[in-house]
Every structure is written in C-alpha cells, then in structure tokens.
C-alpha cells in the first residue's frame, strides 16, 4: 500500500518539484489537490490522473477528513498559513508534512507540535537536506573526526528574487526575510552536521535604502552561532545574490559542500592536501530530495516509526530564528537560554 498526499498549495515547488517527485516515490502518491485556484487545481489533477472530487478549495478543506484515501496533508503555502492548516489537518485526522520554515514564531511551532499530538498524529518538517545522502556524508565525517575536530564552519545561503510583489517580501505572509526563507538551511543544517545546540548568536542584517522589496523584510542577514562543544559557525543569509555553500575548518584542513543546499548536482569538495594535490573526493549518488522526504513520511506511517525530522526538530530553529532577530537588532549578544516564546 501506498501512502495518499494532499498537497496544499500548488505554487512553483508544488510543480516544479513535489508532483513529478511522486513518480519515483516508492511508498507515497499523490491523491488529492488543495488550492484557490480551481482552474490551476483541475488542471493539475487530470495531468497527475486525480479525480475531480479529490479537490479542495481552502474553504471546504476540513471535508478532507472525509476522504479515506488522504492519509497526510503536504503544507505547501506562504510560512504564516502553515500554522493554521496544521491544526485544521490534524483536527481531520491527517498527518502533517509541512514546509520549512514549520512557523514564523515559537508558539505557533508549538501549538502545531500539541494539535498533532493531541489527534495522534505524525508531523514532519520538510527538512530535505537531512535526508540528503551528500550531506550525510559530511555528517559522518563531521562524528567521526575524518579530518581532524571541526572547529568553525561557513554557512552561506543566498537565492535571488527580484519580483517586489511576492508573498516573500511581505511580513503578514512570510513573517521575515532571508533568515526565515533561507537563512534556516544555514541554522538546520549545522545542528544536523554536528549534532549540537546553539548556545549563543550574534547577528546583524542590512537591507538596501529604496529597494521596494525590503520596505517590510530583511534583505541579508550575518550571524554567528556559538555551539555547546565550542564550534563557532559563521553564516550568512541573502535575497541578493545566488550562492549557497558550506565549509568546515579543522586546524589544517576543511571539507564541505558548493552547492550546497541545491536541489540537485550537489558537490562535496575538500582542501588540496598539504602538497597542493587535490584530495581525493567520495562517489555519492545524486537523489530527489523531495522523493528522500516523502518516502520518509510515508515509510514512517506504514511502519509506525519516528520521524528523523518531527515537529521538534522545526522548533528548536524557531528558537534559534528568534534569538538571531533578537540580536540583530538589539545588537548584542543573545544566549539561546533568554529566549522565550514571547521573543
Ligand atoms: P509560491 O509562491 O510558489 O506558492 C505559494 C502557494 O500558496 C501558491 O499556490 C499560492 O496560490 C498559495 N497562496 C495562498 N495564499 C496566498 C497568499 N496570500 N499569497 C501568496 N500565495 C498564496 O511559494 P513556494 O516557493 O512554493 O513556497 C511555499 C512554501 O514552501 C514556503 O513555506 C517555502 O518556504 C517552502 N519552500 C520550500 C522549499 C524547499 O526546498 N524545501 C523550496 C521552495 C519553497
């Protein structure tokens, strides 16, 4: 049996990516469709062969819970809407698949953790990275001190936008700039290559005087997080320019990945060796991430087990993001402890 994904939102990664993406899934299948826009919605569901009846408006959405053949919900909308269909999908007893950012602040986090919960229902975060196989790999060398101890590492995140008019420039819709749309992968992805927490942040962000994208939103962040075993990171987050890599430093040589966060041809790369010569570098096969991640859920339900990236996982960025905003614009020093839902 296969696993039945409604996805909510049908923008750009909808269908540039999560619908074809189900063709090589091997446990998850799409089955029904929720959009305003019945056209676009109707259209997709004969390309994808769903049946008519298995679209949904977002105002009779919670008749989905009607629909036996949806067993998860695939939140794919604007980051301040991921909240409320969460709850509206666990209180249809459906499991939640929910996009990064999971939120825009700590409480909404957590009340979708407890909505959830409290209908015993699985919710993931679209964490596609940690389910990537070249970032495992750095993963691995990261816990086993391949290199030698990782001491700083280099984060970069940075995609180009420059349609003034999208839902990412405008604070109700995606409650914060390049740190909440991308900045996160710096955040995620460090805590996963190294298994360790945040302990302090120190940020700051800038936005171009007149540029009418950044009237409401930041348009590049810097920031620094310092981690429990004492690796500091080094990150920076922009709609600007497109570039996207990482880099960890041991005290004689780094590794790490250009592209990093890409949606394929990732690359893993390693300092020459200590005589110029390049280093020699893994095979690791090239994977659909969205495929990684919505197999993961599936699996995950048919076998009853834990998810690698729950709601948890979201939340802990929440505080982190929170805390970076914090510093920013305190323009001081903030340590993870201080921060409450309130921030
Ligand atoms: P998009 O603008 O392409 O699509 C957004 C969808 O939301 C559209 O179907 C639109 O009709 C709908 N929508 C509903 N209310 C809206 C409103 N008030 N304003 C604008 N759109 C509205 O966005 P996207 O790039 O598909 O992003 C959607 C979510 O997916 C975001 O949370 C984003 O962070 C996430 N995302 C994740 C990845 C990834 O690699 N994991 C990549 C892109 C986007």
Known sequence: KKIGFAILGLGELTETQLLPAFEKCRYAEPVALVSDDTYKANELAEKYNLRKSCVYSYDNFDEIGKNPAVDVVYIVLPNVMHKDFTIRSAKAGKHVLCEKPMATNISDAKMMIDACKNANRKLMIAYRIQHEPHNRVIKEWIDNDVFGRVKVIECFNGEYIDDASQWRFKQSLAGGGALMDLGIYCINTIRFLTGNEPVWVAANMYSTPGDKRFKEVEETILFQMGFEDGI???????????????????????????????????????????????????????ENQFVLVMDHMAECILNDKSLATPGEEGLKDQYVIAAIYKSAKQKKVIFLNEITEDN
């Open 232 to 286: 500091i990171a080094s990150c920076a987050a922009s709609y600007s320019l497109n570039y996207q890599r990482y880099r960890c430093f041991t005290n004689n040589t780094w590794f790490g990945m250009d592209p990093a966060f890409a949606y394929s041809d990732l690359k893993i790369e390693v300092s020459k060796t200590n005589d110029g010569k390049d280093s020699p570098l893994p095979v690791v096969k090239q």
